[in-house]
Protein backbone atom coordinates (compact mmCIF):
# COMPACT_ATOMS: atom_id res chain seq x y z
CA UNK A 1 0.00 0.00 0.00
CA UNK A 2 1.06 3.39 -1.03
CA UNK A 3 2.76 5.58 1.77
CA UNK A 4 0.88 8.97 2.36
CA UNK A 5 3.36 11.38 2.87
CA UNK A 6 3.70 14.89 4.48
CA UNK A 7 6.79 17.19 4.19
CA UNK A 8 7.75 18.45 7.84
CA UNK A 9 10.59 20.90 6.58
CA UNK A 10 13.33 21.08 3.94
CA UNK A 11 16.71 23.63 3.96
CA UNK A 12 16.21 23.61 0.84
CA UNK A 13 14.66 27.45 -0.48
CA UNK A 14 13.16 25.82 -3.88
CA UNK A 15 11.68 22.85 -2.11
CA UNK A 16 13.91 20.44 -3.31
CA UNK A 17 16.44 18.08 -1.15
CA UNK A 18 17.33 17.67 1.70
CA UNK A 19 13.94 17.33 3.28
CA UNK A 20 11.90 15.57 6.05
CA UNK A 21 8.84 13.47 5.40
CA UNK A 22 6.23 12.29 8.23
CA UNK A 23 4.31 8.82 7.05
CA UNK A 24 0.38 9.72 8.25
CA UNK A 25 -0.41 6.80 8.96
CA UNK A 26 2.63 5.40 10.67
CA UNK A 27 4.65 7.67 12.25
CA UNK A 28 7.51 7.33 10.50
CA UNK A 29 9.59 9.92 9.28
CA UNK A 30 11.91 9.74 5.47
CA UNK A 31 14.59 11.24 4.77
CA UNK A 32 15.67 13.07 0.91
CA UNK A 33 19.38 13.72 0.63
CA UNK A 34 22.09 13.14 -1.32
CA UNK A 35 23.11 9.69 -1.51
CA UNK A 36 26.23 8.07 -0.07
CA UNK A 37 28.11 6.49 -3.08
CA UNK A 38 31.70 6.83 -2.48
CA UNK A 39 33.36 3.41 -1.91
CA UNK A 40 35.86 4.87 1.21
CA UNK A 41 32.65 6.51 2.93
CA UNK A 42 30.49 3.28 2.82
CA UNK A 43 32.92 1.27 3.73
CA UNK A 44 33.32 2.99 7.00
CA UNK A 45 29.35 2.22 7.46
CA UNK A 46 28.16 -0.56 9.91
CA UNK A 47 25.72 -2.88 10.16
CA UNK A 48 24.56 -2.38 6.64
CA UNK A 49 21.73 -4.93 5.21
CA UNK A 50 21.00 -5.45 1.86
CA UNK A 51 18.61 -2.97 0.40
CA UNK A 52 20.18 -0.10 2.87
CA UNK A 53 21.36 2.93 1.26
CA UNK A 54 22.46 6.20 3.00
CA UNK A 55 21.77 10.20 2.61
CA UNK A 56 23.39 13.18 3.47
CA UNK A 57 21.43 16.33 4.83
CA UNK A 58 22.42 18.94 6.90
CA UNK A 59 22.30 18.99 10.85
CA UNK A 60 19.97 21.92 10.85
CA UNK A 61 17.42 19.99 8.93
CA UNK A 62 17.15 17.94 11.92
CA UNK A 63 17.34 20.31 14.76
CA UNK A 64 14.57 22.18 13.37
CA UNK A 65 12.22 19.72 11.75
CA UNK A 66 12.71 16.28 13.07
CA UNK A 67 9.42 14.87 15.26
CA UNK A 68 10.19 15.76 19.25
CA UNK A 69 9.46 13.14 21.70
CA UNK A 70 6.11 13.34 23.38
CA UNK A 71 6.71 14.10 26.60
CA UNK A 72 3.13 15.28 28.08
CA UNK A 73 0.13 13.52 27.54
CA UNK A 74 -1.98 16.62 25.45
CA UNK A 75 -4.52 18.70 26.73
CA UNK A 76 -7.62 18.64 25.10
CA UNK A 77 -9.90 21.37 25.14
CA UNK A 78 -13.26 21.87 23.37
CA UNK A 79 -13.52 23.46 20.01
CA UNK A 80 -16.64 25.93 21.30
CA UNK A 81 -14.35 27.42 23.76
CA UNK A 82 -11.68 27.49 21.59
CA UNK A 83 -13.39 29.47 18.79
CA UNK A 84 -14.68 31.93 21.06
CA UNK A 85 -11.45 32.95 22.72
CA UNK A 86 -10.27 35.09 20.42
CA UNK A 87 -10.64 38.66 19.65
CA UNK A 88 -9.06 39.48 15.91
CA UNK A 89 -8.51 36.51 13.93
CA UNK A 90 -9.56 33.03 13.58
CA UNK A 91 -7.35 31.05 10.97
CA UNK A 92 -7.66 27.39 10.10
CA UNK A 93 -5.30 25.06 7.94
CA UNK A 94 -7.47 22.05 6.83
CA UNK A 95 -4.62 19.14 5.18
CA UNK A 96 -6.76 16.30 5.22
CA UNK A 97 -8.10 13.80 2.49
CA UNK A 98 -11.18 13.48 4.56
CA UNK A 99 -12.86 14.13 7.90
CA UNK A 100 -14.69 11.73 9.48
CA UNK A 101 -16.79 14.57 11.47
CA UNK A 102 -18.22 15.61 7.78
CA UNK A 103 -19.00 12.03 7.04
CA UNK A 104 -21.02 12.02 10.00
CA UNK A 105 -22.87 14.77 8.28
CA UNK A 106 -26.62 14.43 6.55
CA UNK A 107 -25.57 16.85 3.92
CA UNK A 108 -22.57 14.49 3.24
CA UNK A 109 -25.09 11.29 2.37
CA UNK A 110 -27.05 14.33 0.20
CA UNK A 111 -23.93 14.52 -1.31
CA UNK A 112 -22.92 11.08 -2.53
CA UNK A 113 -26.39 10.76 -3.51
CA UNK A 114 -26.36 14.17 -6.27
CA UNK A 115 -23.12 15.33 -6.19
CA UNK A 116 -23.88 18.23 -4.78
CA UNK A 117 -25.13 20.22 -0.82
CA UNK A 118 -25.23 23.14 0.72
CA UNK A 119 -24.24 21.45 3.81
CA UNK A 120 -25.76 21.68 7.28
CA UNK A 121 -27.35 25.16 6.73
CA UNK A 122 -29.33 25.71 9.59
CA UNK A 123 -25.98 24.54 11.92
CA UNK A 124 -25.29 26.44 15.33
CA UNK A 125 -21.50 27.23 13.83
CA UNK A 126 -23.12 29.66 10.99
CA UNK A 127 -24.80 31.98 13.36
CA UNK A 128 -21.90 32.18 15.51
CA UNK A 129 -19.88 33.07 12.65
CA UNK A 130 -22.08 35.54 11.50
CA UNK A 131 -22.33 37.23 14.55
CA UNK A 132 -18.66 37.39 15.41
CA UNK A 133 -18.00 38.33 11.71
CA UNK A 134 -20.46 40.89 12.52
CA UNK A 135 -18.63 42.46 15.20
CA UNK A 136 -15.66 42.91 13.14
CA UNK A 137 -13.80 39.84 13.48
CA UNK A 138 -12.45 37.17 10.82
CA UNK A 139 -12.81 33.59 10.05
CA UNK A 140 -10.66 32.32 7.51
CA UNK A 141 -9.53 28.92 6.23
CA UNK A 142 -7.01 27.21 3.76
CA UNK A 143 -7.92 23.73 2.25
CA UNK A 144 -5.38 21.61 0.82
CA UNK A 145 -6.69 19.66 -2.19
CA UNK A 146 -5.45 16.50 -3.56
CA UNK A 147 -5.35 16.37 -7.56
CA UNK A 148 -7.67 14.91 -8.35
CA UNK A 149 -9.81 15.83 -5.29
CA UNK A 150 -11.33 13.28 -2.62
CA UNK A 151 -14.96 12.59 -2.10
CA UNK A 152 -14.16 14.29 1.12
CA UNK A 153 -12.00 17.23 -0.29
CA UNK A 154 -15.51 17.67 -3.12
CA UNK A 155 -18.19 17.74 -0.19
CA UNK A 156 -15.97 20.23 1.14
CA UNK A 157 -15.47 22.39 -1.50
CA UNK A 158 -19.21 21.90 -2.37
CA UNK A 159 -21.00 23.09 0.84
CA UNK A 160 -18.29 26.01 1.27
CA UNK A 161 -20.56 28.26 -0.30
CA UNK A 162 -22.65 28.25 3.04
CA UNK A 163 -19.46 29.07 4.90
CA UNK A 164 -18.72 32.22 2.98
CA UNK A 165 -22.37 33.45 2.93
CA UNK A 166 -21.61 33.40 6.73
CA UNK A 167 -18.92 35.24 6.67
CA UNK A 168 -15.70 32.77 6.37
CA UNK A 169 -13.15 33.72 4.02
CA UNK A 170 -11.63 30.35 2.14
CA UNK A 171 -9.06 29.67 0.02
CA UNK A 172 -7.81 26.62 -1.80
CA UNK A 173 -4.57 25.19 -2.56
CA UNK A 174 -3.82 22.02 -4.63
CA UNK A 175 -1.71 19.74 -2.36
CA UNK A 176 1.42 19.71 -5.05
CA UNK A 177 1.62 23.31 -4.62
CA UNK A 178 1.27 23.44 -0.71
CA UNK A 179 4.66 21.25 -0.58
CA UNK A 180 6.65 23.28 -3.10
CA UNK A 181 5.87 26.49 -0.68
CA UNK A 182 6.35 24.94 2.84
CA UNK A 183 2.82 24.42 3.97
CA UNK A 184 4.15 21.62 5.67
CA UNK A 185 2.32 21.45 9.16
CA UNK A 186 -1.03 19.17 10.03
CA UNK A 187 -4.29 21.01 10.53
CA UNK A 188 -4.47 23.87 13.19
CA UNK A 189 -6.41 26.99 14.18
CA UNK A 190 -4.11 29.94 14.43
CA UNK A 191 -5.58 32.52 16.99
CA UNK A 192 -4.78 35.89 16.72
CA UNK A 193 -1.23 35.43 15.70
CA UNK A 194 -0.57 34.15 19.72
CA UNK A 195 -2.36 30.54 20.03
CA UNK A 196 -1.92 27.27 18.30
CA UNK A 197 -4.94 24.90 18.65
CA UNK A 198 -3.12 21.70 17.04
CA UNK A 199 -5.21 18.74 16.10
CA UNK A 200 -4.82 15.12 16.90
CA UNK A 201 -6.00 12.70 14.83
CA UNK A 202 -6.57 8.38 14.75
CA UNK A 203 -6.96 7.95 11.04
CA UNK A 204 -9.76 10.26 9.58
CA UNK A 205 -11.39 10.77 13.40
CA UNK A 206 -10.00 14.44 15.21
CA UNK A 207 -9.52 12.75 19.29
CA UNK A 208 -9.32 16.42 20.14
CA UNK A 209 -7.46 19.79 20.03
CA UNK A 210 -4.34 21.24 21.79
CA UNK A 211 -3.65 24.79 22.33
CA UNK A 212 -0.10 25.67 22.42
CA UNK A 213 1.17 29.11 23.23
CA UNK A 214 5.07 28.26 22.53
CA UNK A 215 6.56 30.89 20.89
CA UNK A 216 8.04 28.73 18.39
CA UNK A 217 5.49 26.83 17.40
CA UNK A 218 2.84 29.82 16.80
CA UNK A 219 6.01 31.93 14.92
CA UNK A 220 5.86 28.48 12.49
CA UNK A 221 1.90 28.22 12.32
CA UNK A 222 2.45 31.80 11.30
CA UNK A 223 5.09 31.31 8.76
CA UNK A 224 2.60 28.26 7.34
CA UNK A 225 -0.27 30.72 7.16
CA UNK A 226 1.39 33.30 5.56
CA UNK A 227 3.25 31.12 2.66
CA UNK A 228 -0.73 28.96 2.44
CA UNK A 229 -2.57 32.31 2.27
CA UNK A 230 -0.26 34.28 -0.41
CA UNK A 231 -0.41 30.84 -2.73
CA UNK A 232 -3.86 30.20 -2.39
CA UNK A 233 -7.06 30.80 -4.73
CA UNK A 234 -10.50 31.98 -3.54
CA UNK A 235 -12.85 29.87 -3.48
CA UNK A 236 -14.80 30.51 -6.43
CA UNK A 237 -11.74 31.13 -8.76
CA UNK A 238 -10.85 27.45 -7.35
CA UNK A 239 -13.91 26.24 -8.30
CA UNK A 240 -13.91 26.93 -11.43
CA UNK A 241 -10.60 24.95 -11.61
CA UNK A 242 -11.65 21.72 -10.48
CA UNK A 243 -12.96 19.05 -12.85
CA UNK A 244 -15.86 17.58 -12.93
CA UNK A 245 -16.05 14.50 -11.11
CA UNK A 246 -18.38 12.61 -13.54
Not at 47 to 72: C, D, I, Q
Not at 94 to 111: H, I, K, L, N, V
Not at 200 to 207: A, D, S, V
Request: a negative charge; one cysteine or more; hydrophobic letters at 35%.
Amino acid sequence: MARRLRVLGSTSGVGDCPTLYEDLDTGEVLVQGDAVTDPTDVAQLTHVKEGEAFVVVPRELLANFSPKEVTHVPEFVPQQKINDGFEHTAWRLETRSGYASDQAMPSYQEFLRTGDTAGEVGHPWFANVRRMVEGGKRFERARIVDDPPTTGQRYLLACARTNVAAGEDIRHLWRDDAERYGVNLSDFWLFDSRTVARFHFEGERTIGMELVTDPAEVLRACQTRDAAWHHAVPYREFTAQVPSAG
